[in-house]
């Protein structure tokens, strides 16, 4: 399972763990799981009506940013954050 | 005189044209004056536009009246918020520094029922010639009810401070959320604070409680301006079929594209944004401020519309970066291992929510090992322009916080302020204080290069003379990108990309397709697409362009190379395996008779099966943090307190620098814009929020009057997921400077400069101070 960890604003849903074993082959697949696991996180990382994470929101997969977000792949040993994403000038 | 070798690279790969130096292919049009530019557009017909700006920092919008204005003869549109539709508040990334939130932007563009900020456009006309609408805007009568400015973070989050928004959504969230708006019938305090989050590792606690030395210490800046040379301007055309042409100045004219659309409530594909030259944006040029504008005045008038901002437009109504506070508490053991870092951002978003504080956070501690670490971020409105995007955005402030306490503690340990650096330098698969493991850095093999350099291995002599290092990181940026490559009869190429070309790009992406298929990069020819050429590229910023378009183009070459090997296939009849693409020329792999060049395939590519257009769309994952290092040497007067750079070092990891002397270029600005942000460059108000110092004279940038030659050497640690080893360089190196300043003035007099800038008048009071005087 990947672990994911949990912003510190949000570990309040997850009993006060910074970090869950959650499963999940994709992002999307993980965050629905992590929402299963956890209910009421889904809403602060998705924007449902887009079906895509919030804007400004980034998933960091193994220490790299995803390009493709919802879409992505999470391998069994994954580490996943999720950040504010960093632009630039 | 020191010994002055340019374009020391480091290098860890050498490739046939990646890493050399040709002259830019729009080097001649630049420099004979062709090129064309944000104003260089002129059409029949074309009118002038005018922003009104509110005098008042601070005020709610009663009433508007245009009929005078209006009636003068040669005006032909008067235009407001009221003439252009609300934008919803929904957030979008613009991959540019901060997460825009498109209502507040349109807001920002022309203000709607209130005016946030001295200069926020209020109106805006379109006439005959500058002087008709500079003069109609005098006959605009706008009824204001003048409110109490709040001008720091400081002030904004004091209970009682004046409120900018009045249903502003206080947001605490993982991700950067610059608010919106809460319904009428929400219940929630009326707050300036738009965000706050944290971010924790480890036991702080323990972490402290096991350390043997800790330092604590607080930071102040000001607002500072991006300071490009050209102005924001273009023009825009709404023709009679409802379709709009937009010719400006911008970093991305994907973006102009965008929210011109969708602040006027149209289709993008309705809107076609032609990217101009861009004399230097540095982050500010990724938003809009002038083609909605123009647009909207010219839907009104049915006449092409320009609009150029003055440079006291620019410095009152475009974005400077934020002011900032910033604490930082740090724990090491005896033997200089740091093992507890505290820290809280606050920094001034100016009128609308979205500071780059959460970039700033996560760069803060970037480069360094630390278990144990809580950081706080905290994004407040105040009564100044929208904060814009500003080459590393947020991170410089960061860094002046943080490595000006890491000296003061490597100081108390009695050790090396770069060996304390290597002591503590995250690695590969070491962790964040943010939380995500680095991917390969080249953080210690930038230190590294920068303890052997001549420059820190040479004693420094003389009074009130003083060194000073400091370390920035840089998290860069990809994205979406595209590129196309056409093979021309005569065996030259035609590349078009989506990049607008700031720092010498487009002969860095020339150079990926020459590298590609072994030609000559005088015989790549390579152009920036508008919006109906070329597919969607984000914008010019994030340090990604060499990285993500470069990525693109490699990728459009590759399709050109095996089109060819096709091509020679077909000709001589046998399996596409059988042919060898080497140097430029086709070979049969086992019959060495067998030999066609690029240029002849491309001379049969008709009758041998049409054009040859290779294309490329990507958005490549993994661009890799960038790594600075920085040394200085200062001298301090004691009659003014002018501080003067003696000598300046910058070391960086560019994983593999395409073309060296614009990597260096690169750096080079950076320092010196840092080196102006350290020393002169400030906003300066008055106690009703005007600003007293909108011009060049009185904003005192560096000229070459002021600065040595920056010395630079090139790390090359490659990134893996670049087919060159590409890592973006623009922007890290503008976050050492000004720590690394403070601490050689501190080496210098003995004196922690604390609040930027580090002035003459400030640097005298603090001698004067400790000389009890």
Redesign the interface.
């Known amino acids: 399972m990947a672990e994911v960890?949990i912003?510190?604003?949000?570990q309040q849903l997850t009993g006060g763990n910074?970090q869950v074993q959650v499963e999940g082959a994709t992002v999307r697949r993980l965050i629905n799981n992590l929402e299963a696991q956890h209910p009421g996180i889904k809403e602060?990382?998705v924007d449902e009506v887009e079906d895509d994470l919030?804007?400004?929101?980034?998933v960091?997969i193994?220490?790299?940013?995803?390009?493709?977000g919802m879409l992505d792949k999470v391998g069994e040993d994954s580490?996943v954050?999720?950040?504010?994403?960093?632009?630039?000038? | 005189m020191l010994e002055y070798k340019p374009n020391t690279v480091l290098s860890n790969q050498e490739f046939d044209s990646i890493g050399s130096s040709p002259v830019r292919h729009d080097g001649a049009d630049k420099v004979t004056g062709r090129a064309r530019y944000g104003a260089d557009t002129n059409m029949p017909g074309m009118l002038y536009g005018k922003i009104l700006r509110s005098p008042h920092a601070h005020a709610v919008i009663k009433s508007v009246d245009a009929s005078e204005a209006e009636a003068m003869p040669g005006v032909y549109a008067v235009v407001t918020s009221a003439d252009w539709p609300e934008t919803s508040m929904k957030l979008t990334d613009l991959a540019e520094g901060a997460i825009h939130n498109l209502g507040f932007l349109s807001m920002n563009v022309l203000a709607r029922g209130k005016a946030l900020y001295k200069g926020h456009a209020v109106a805006a006309v379109a006439a005959v010639s500058t002087h008709v609408a500079e003069e109609a805007l005098t006959k605009i009568k706008v009824d204001y009810e003048v409110l109490t400015p709040v001008l720091s973070a400081e002030e904004a989050i004091k209970p009682g401070a004046p409120i900018l928004h009045d249903r502003l959504a206080a947001v605490a969230s993982p991700a950067l959320r610059p608010g919106g708006l809460l319904e009428d019938d929400a219940d929630s305090l009326q707050t300036n604070i738009a965000n706050k989050f944290e971010f924790s590792l480890g036991d702080l606690e323990q972490g402290f409680k096991d350390a043997d030395i800790i330092v604590e210490k607080e930071t102040t800046t000001r607002a500072v301006h991006q300071g490009y040379i050209e102005p924001q301007a273009g023009v825009a055309h709404w023709q009679a079929d409802g379709k709009v042409t937009v010719w400006s100045s911008s970093q991305g004219q994907f973006t102009v594209r965008d929210q011109t659309a969708r602040f006027l409530g149209i289709p993008v594909s309705q809107v076609k944004a032609i990217p101009m030259e861009i004399g230097g944006g540095f982050g500010a040029k990724g938003i809009t401020y002038v083609e909605p504008v123009a647009a909207l005045l010219s839907r009104k008038s049915g006449r092409p519309v320009k609009v150029q901002l003055s440079r006291p437009e620019v410095f009152e109504a475009t974005g400077p970066t934020s002011g900032t506070k910033i604490k930082v508490k740090l724990g090491a053991t005896k033997d200089g291992k740091l093992i507890a870092a505290e820290a809280e951002l606050i920094y001034e978003a100016g009128a609308f929510p979205g500071s780059p504080v959460g970039a700033a956070v996560q760069c803060m501690m970037g480069q360094y090992d630390i278990p144990n670490a809580h950081l706080t971020a905290v994004d407040v409105v105040v009564n100044m322009p929208k904060a814009a995007a500003y080459r590393a955005p947020g991170a410089p402030a960061a860094a002046f916080c943080m490595e000006t306490a890491l000296d003061e503690l490597a100081e108390k340990l009695d050790v090396d302020p770069l060996e304390f650096r290597l002591m503590n330098s995250g690695k590969e698969g070491s962790r964040r204080v943010t939380g995500p493991v680095n991917p390969l850095v080249g953080y210690v093999e930038t230190l590294q290069a920068a303890k052997d350099h001549a420059h820190y291995n040479t004693a420094l002599d003389g009074k009130l003379r003083g060194r000073g290092i400091a370390s920035g990181f840089w998290g860069n940026n990809s994205g979406p990108a595209s590129a196309v490559a056409v093979v021309n009869s005569d065996g030259t190429v035609s590349l078009t990309e989506g990049s607008p070309d700031i720092g010498g790009s487009r002969v860095a992406m020339a150079l990926h397709v020459a590298e590609v298929l072994n030609l000559s990069v005088e015989d790549i020819k390579p152009q920036v697409g508008d919006t109906d050429s070329i597919g969607f590229t984000s914008n010019t910023g994030g340090s990604s362009v060499t990285f993500k378009t470069g990525w693109a183009c490699y990728n459009a070459a590759q399709s050109v190379k095996q089109q060819m090997i096709e091509r020679a296939a077909k000709i001589w009849e046998i399996p596409d395996e059988d042919v060898e693409y080497k140097e430029a020329v086709l070979q049969h792999k086992s019959d060495p008779e067998l030999k066609l060049t690029f240029k002849q395939i491309a001379a049969r590519m008709i009758p041998t099966g049409g054009p040859i257009v290779g294309s490329a769309g990507v958005n490549p994952p993994g661009p890799g943090p960038s790594i600075g290092v920085h040394m200085v040497d200062v001298e301090v007067d004691p009659e003014t307190g002018k501080v003067d750079i003696l000598r300046y070092t910058a070391v960086q990891d560019a994983g593999k620098a395409i073309h060296p002397p614009y990597v260096e270029g690169q750096i080079q600005g950076g320092a010196v814009q840092g080196i102006g942000w350290a020393l002169n460059e400030e906003y300066v108000y008055n106690d009703n929020g005007g600003m007293l110092n909108s011009s060049f004279l009185d904003y005192r940038m560096p000229t070459s009057l002021d600065l040595p030659m920056i010395d630079t050497v090139i790390v090359e640690v490659a990134n893996p997921n670049h087919p060159y080893g590409v890592r973006g360089v623009g922007e890290v190196p503008i976050v050492p400077p000004m720590a690394a300043i403070s601490n050689a003035i501190y080496d210098a007099i003995g004196i922690r400069m604390n609040d930027l800038p580090m002035s003459p008048d400030k640097v005298l009071e603090a001698l004067w101070a400790k000389e009890g005087k």
């Open positions: 960890w912003p510190p604003k949000l910074q602060y990382l919030i804007p400004g929101l980034a960091i193994d220490g790299e940013v995803s390009q493709l580490e954050h999720f950040l504010p994403a960093i632009g630039g000038g």
